[in-house]
């Protein structure tokens, strides 16, 4: 075997160490990066299920309890901030004062208990409760892919990878300080 060639398969051997594990943590960070995404996108849907069954909520109780506007404007307005947020923690804000007005909304409709048995009403709270889990769940999943994903670009040496391809990191889904609890929905009382 001459010089050459074996200066080439070493150079060859060589290379081969080092995009190897350049192009995995690459992908390793880029597969992340994707769940994040995905995470995130779900959230948005979960939220936008939601948001669809509040006009329909609403128009119900507006039939028993149509003196009660400033909440239907409260939600209304919630409503539009949150299909024009951008970014997850605007997405959290919004979140929550719609959240906040849902529950104000809810603590009115126990003065109507002929609201309250009405089965159109009874069908939509259900639903309404059923989009809470499965926003609170969506919630959960995002942040775990953040925490899998800034864990990995942090960590050596994926982090100098990361840094020279601009991985950064995410933002974990914060609700606001007054939105701890997701509004409770129960009709049974």
């Known amino acids: 075997m001459s010089k050459t060639l074996k200066t080439i398969i070493v150079i060859i051997v060589i290379a081969l160490i080092i995009i190897i594990p ?8 880029a597969t992340l990066d994707q769940k994040v995404s995905s995470s995130s996108s779900n959230i948005d849907t979960q939220l936008q299920r939601r948001s669809d069954l509040i006009p329909n909520l ?7 309890a149509s003196q009660e506007k400033d909440i239907f404007t409260s939600i ?8 024009g947020a951008q970014g997850i923690q605007e997405k959290a804000q919004a979140d929550s004062e719609l959240s906040q007005s849902l529950s104000r909304l809810l603590v009115i409709v126990e003065n109507y208990p002929d609201l309250k048995s009405n089965q159109n ?40 990878i990361a840094r020279i391809f601009g991985f950064n ?13 997701v509004p409770k929905v129960d009709f049974t009382k």
């Open 121 to 160: 009403f009874r069908d939509l709270s259900v639903a309404l409760e059923g989009s809470e889990n499965r926003i609170s769940v969506a919630r959960q999943d995002y942040n775990n892919a953040v925490n899998n994903y800034n864990t990995s670009i942090v960590k050596f040496p994926t982090n100098i």
């Open 76 to 83: 209304a307005n919630a409503r539009a901030k949150l299909g």
């Open 169 to 181: 990191s995410k933002p974990y889904y914060r609700a606001d300080q007054g939105a701890k609890q």
């Open 58 to 64: 609403v128009s119900t109780v507006k039939g028993y």
């Open 22 to 29: 350049i192009t995995s943590s690459y992908n390793s960070i």
